[in-house]
Nanobody, 123 residues
Framework: QVQLVESGGGLVQPGGSLTLSCVAS????????MGWYRQAPGKERELVAA???????VYQDSVKGRATIARDDAKTTVFLKIDPVSPEDAAVYYC?????????????????WGQGTQVIVSS
């Protein structure tokens, strides 16, 4: 089994900085895609930023220039920094990853999601 655990959410002031972390653990052989989505009240879940198929990085247009996604050398932890934060960044942020498990290579990749971490933007 695989777990994704997010941290770093909370209250952030407009114009401030936000850093989220996501740690993937468990029976991991490979991670193909890993990144962040978010969902604001009444809106659909949307991609924020992600590592896609290796080292390619994708960003949602609304965070380009403000967001940076990074990962550790083991590629099992990803970080998301948004600076400056705007009120539109308030949402529940979810970490997601496509993972191939050891001993299950024939099954390919399985998509996993974390439980989410809430970001509130308020002065």
């Amino acid at each position: 089994q695989v777990q994704l655990v997010e941290s770093g959410g909370g209250l952030v002031q407009p114009g401030g900085s936000l850093t989220l972390s996501c740690v993937a653990s468990g029976n991991i052989l490979k991670i193909r895609i890993m990144g962040w989505y978010r969902q604001a009240p009444g809106k659909e879940r949307e991609l924020v930023a992600a590592f896609d198929n290796g080292d390619m990085i994708v960003y949602q247009d609304s965070v380009k220039g403000r967001a940076t996604i990074a990962r550790d050398d083991a590629k099992t932890t990803v970080f998301l920094k948004i600076d400056p934060v705007s009120p539109e960044d308030a949402a529940v942020y979810y970490c997601t990853a496509d993972v191939m498990q050891r001993g299950s290579e024939s099954e390919g990749y399985t998509n996993y999601w974390g439980q989410g971490t809430q970001v509130i933007v308020s002065s």
